[in-house]
């Protein structure tokens, strides 16, 4: 009998996003589990899909959510909308707040949020998960010295770097703090050297893998819209990376999931 593949956790997807492209969910969980994903964290960036991530969670077993404030809002969230992420961070499924984080990369018409604002939403978005005792999943681009400021300055609270994209010194401010930091398939590009640097640095213990799904499909999947089941891809490629082997390197990661996210055993 042929051994079952090594469980991971893709700690991070917009699996709202996947069935909105047309992807049946119960096919793409289907698809995750035969890759030996057993567990998957579904990401919001605001209050509309953190709504879809939670009706996606209540609906399948092994599928639990974030409920987020991303910079592209640009504006810190009102009372009520602060009331709701609340309420979202109290569900039993709901197992951190997120995305939040800065994002430098200023793009017309995508993101034009000035950075001080941007630094006042995140320490904001720190102090909400204090409060509701929830980890934080933290989005960065460019912005790798103001976002320590931050985090350094603000509560303490248990954050995932997702989508790590810093080279190895980054990596190991990371570790300093003990962050964990979640790579996707962006790290099996080739003109990823820089960031396949950083991977390098991370301790086991503080090492993610995820999707971003459907974005950042890994090699050999790239060109096609990513899902969770392509974590493996992405963890095989670390594990080679790193001179581990599959085996070990999702077992790591899966024990690091689980304890970011307090997940339970699947």
């Not at 209540?58 to 609340?86: C, D, K, M, N, S």
Request: one cysteine or more.
């Amino acid at each position: 009998m042929a051994e079952p593949p090594p469980a991971l956790v893709d700690a991070h997807c917009h699996l709202d996003e996947v069935v909105r492209r047309g992807e049946p969910a119960d096919r793409v969980l289907a698809r995750a589990r035969a890759s030996g994903v057993l567990q998957v964290v579904s990401s919001g960036d605001g209050l509309e899909d953190s709504e879809r991530a939670r009706e996606l969670a209540e609906q399948f077993e092994g599928v639990f959510f974030t409920a987020g404030w991303h910079p592209v809002r640009g504006a810190l969230p009102g009372a009520g909308e602060r009331r709701r992420l609340g309420r979202l961070l109290a569900h039993p499924k709901a197992v951190a707040l997120g995305e939040v984080g800065l994002d430098y990369l200023l793009r017309p018409g995508y993101l034009e949020t000035p950075p001080e604002l941007q630094r006042r939403i995140f320490a904001s978005m720190l102090e909400l998960a204090a409060e509701a005792g929830k980890p934080v999943v933290v989005h960065q681009r460019e912005a790798e010295a103001d976002l320590l400021r931050v985090l350094d300055a603000g509560p303490r609270v248990a954050a995932v770097l997702h989508c790590f994209s810093g080279g190895p010194e980054f990596a190991r401010e990371a570790a300093a703090r003990g962050l964990y930091c979640s790579f996707a398939g962006n790290v099996t590009f080739k003109s990823a050297s820089r960031l396949q640097a950083g991977a390098r640095e991370v301790p086991s213990e503080l090492l993610l893998v995820e999707t971003d799904a459907p974005f950042l499909a890994p090699e050999p999947h790239r060109g096609r819209p990513s899902e969770p089941a392509m974590v493996r891809a992405t963890a095989q490629w670390l594990a080679v990376l790193r001179g581990d082997c599959l085996r070990s390197l999702a077992g790591a990661t899966t024990a690091n999931a689980r304890r970011a996210f307090g997940l339970p055993p699947a």
